[in-house]
């Protein structure tokens, strides 16, 4: 089992910026890959990066493409999302999750944290 917990959301102004962080226990990530995904106010949960396992490889969603970066410590256990130029669309409570498969599809991953809450004001 692995336990995920995210850290970092908070209440921002528009162009802001705010890095979000995503700890393990459990198991280490080392054999994962993770992923960032957000659920806006009454939208469905949607995909925002992941990092492979060995952090070689990152995908990024197209809203959030030069504005997020997603990156990871496996020595600390711990995956990062980086957020820049924040705008009031990205309000959201973000997830983080694990999966064993390299994929951006939310059906693949197995393990999720409970969630931190990202307010964007304009």
């Known amino acids: 089992q692995v336990q995920l917990v995210e850290s970092g959301g908070g209440l921002v102004q528009a162009g802001g910026s705010l890095r979000l962080s995503c700890a393990a226990s459990?198991?280490?990530?080392?054999?994962?890959?993770m992923g960032w995904f957000r659920q806006p106010p009454a939208k469905e949960r949607e995909f925002v990066a992941a990092?492979?396992?060995?952090?070689?490889?990152?995908r990024i969603a197209n809203s959030v493409k030069g504005r997020f970066t997603i990156s990871r410590d496996n020595a600390k256990n711990t995956v990062y999302l980086q957020m820049y130029s924040l705008k009031p669309e990205d309000t959201a409570v973000y997830y983080c999750?694990?999966?064993?498969?390299?994929?951006?599809?939310?059906?693949?991953?197995?393990?999720w944290g409970q969630g931190t809450q990202v307010t964007v004001s304009s």
């Open positions: 990092i492979s396992s060995s952090g070689g490889t990152t």
């Open positions: 459990g198991r280490t990530l080392s054999s994962y890959t």
């Open positions: 999750a694990a999966s064993l498969v390299d994929t951006s599809k939310r059906s693949d991953y197995d393990y």
